[in-house]
């Protein structure tokens, strides 16, 4: 038997609530690598799946939500895992369509599974989670279309979030200047000790203006938010400068014109985590274990077990929770 946090539908009213359950594990659904999961965490993403009605992410009930894990191999059908292995799993729909991390086992796919790297144990990929891999992934990103410090300030949107906290961290330490956008003026200074040296109030940027360009200022940008504050940033950029897109915190609309595109040849970046190939995941967990100070990603971790959970889902949704939540499932 082992503890998991389950979302049970209630038929009557069609809402599903939290509630932590005793399992077996031929209850766990069909996979070929089961693992005992010791750390989870808490992304937006999971929010939505912990919502009464699962954020329209939850198809099947009941469910184990999670989307993201890491933990030890405790049995494995495929060549590429064996019992006593670290993995960490982030994305192909974990925690969504298919039983996640909110358990003390998950049984997957072992095409999902990545082996942990070097350097870097299942609390602190879990600190790292979704929003941190995203962050990685952004950044990398970022480079491979010519970013290299030195070329004038890199913006971060929602910077206090998970993700925004991650890229700030990752930037600052490869010698980057970090612009930090928050709403929430009191993290001013957990951002500087993140290594943001400009912090950028929310409404500077939230508000639309009419003019498709203005003052180039941007060498870079990881933006969280989306919406009016990512239409007004890429009016905002330097010349043949880029923006990764990686989240919709202040919505999906995105009222912007091409002149940003066409008249300074901005960039504009979409990444996806969810279903990322094996070797750029690989390849952003290595780039994790060495370009992320883990000091900075202790300090941005608030830790947190199964009974936490509805309180902390329904917090990141309305973009109250700093930093990233780390969830022990031995806790
Ligand atoms: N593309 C992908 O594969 C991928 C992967 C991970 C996450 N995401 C997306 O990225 C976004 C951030 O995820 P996260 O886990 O970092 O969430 P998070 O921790 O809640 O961070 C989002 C941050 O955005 C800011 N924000 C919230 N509401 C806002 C609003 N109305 N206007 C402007 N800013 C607002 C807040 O930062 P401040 O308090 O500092 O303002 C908040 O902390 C989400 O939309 C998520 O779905 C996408």
Redesign the pocket.
């Known amino acids: 038997m082992f503890k998991a946090l389950v979302m049970e539908k209630d038929e009557e009213s069609g809402l599903a609530a939290a509630a932590i359950k005793e399992l077996s594990e031929d209850q766990l659904p069909a996979g070929d690598v089961t693992v005992a999961v010791e750390y989870s965490t808490v ?3 999971d929010g939505l799946c912990l919502s009464p009605k699962g954020g329209g992410l939850v198809r099947n009930y009941p469910h184990v939500p999670g989307i993201d894990f890491a933990g030890t191999v405790e049995a494995s059908d495929d060549d590429r895992y064996k019992p006593g292995d670290k993995v960490v799993l982030t994305g192909w729909r974990v925690g969504e369509m298919h039983w996640g991390g909110y358990g003390q086992k998950a049984r997957v796919k072992a095409d999902w599974l990545v082996p942990l790297p070097e350097g870097l144990d299942a609390r602190q990929a879990m600190a790292v989670g ?2 941190g891999f ?1 962050a990685m992934l952004s950044v990398m990103a970022l480079e491979d279309h010519g970013l290299e410090p030195g070329q004038g300030p890199v913006l971060v ?8 906290s991650v890229a700030t961290a990752i930037l600052a330490n490869l010698g980057y200047e970090v612009a ?5 003026p009191e ?1 001013a200074d957990y951002l500087r000790e993140l290594g943001a040296s400009q912090i950028v109030a ?1 409404e500077e940027l ?1 508000e639309t203006v009419k003019r498709p360009l203005e003052t180039e200022t941007w060498a870079g940008c990881i933006d ?4 009016e ?1 990512l239409a007004r940033v890429l009016g905002q950029m330097k010349y043949g400068a880029s923006v990764a897109a ?6 999906a609309g995105l009222p912007a014109t091409v002149i940003p595109f066409l008249l300074r040849g901005v960039n504009l970046l979409g ?4 279903m990322r190939p094996f070797e750029d995941r690989q390849r952003a967990w290595q780039r994790l274990a060495t370009d992320l100070p883990m000091e900075k990603l202790e300090a941005m971790v608030q830790p947190a077990t199964l009974s936490d959970l509805p309180e902390l889902g329904a917090g ?1 949704l309305k ?1 109250q ?2 930093g990233r939540v780390v969830v022990d499932l031995n806790g």
Request: hydrophobic content about 35%.
């Open positions: 992304n937006y993403k979704t929003a995203t949107t929602g910077a206090a979030g998970g993700v925004g930090g956008v928050t709403g929430r993290t929310r939230n969280a938010v989306g919406g504050m990686v989240g919709l915190a202040g919505g990444i996806d985590s969810v990141i973009g929770v700093k």
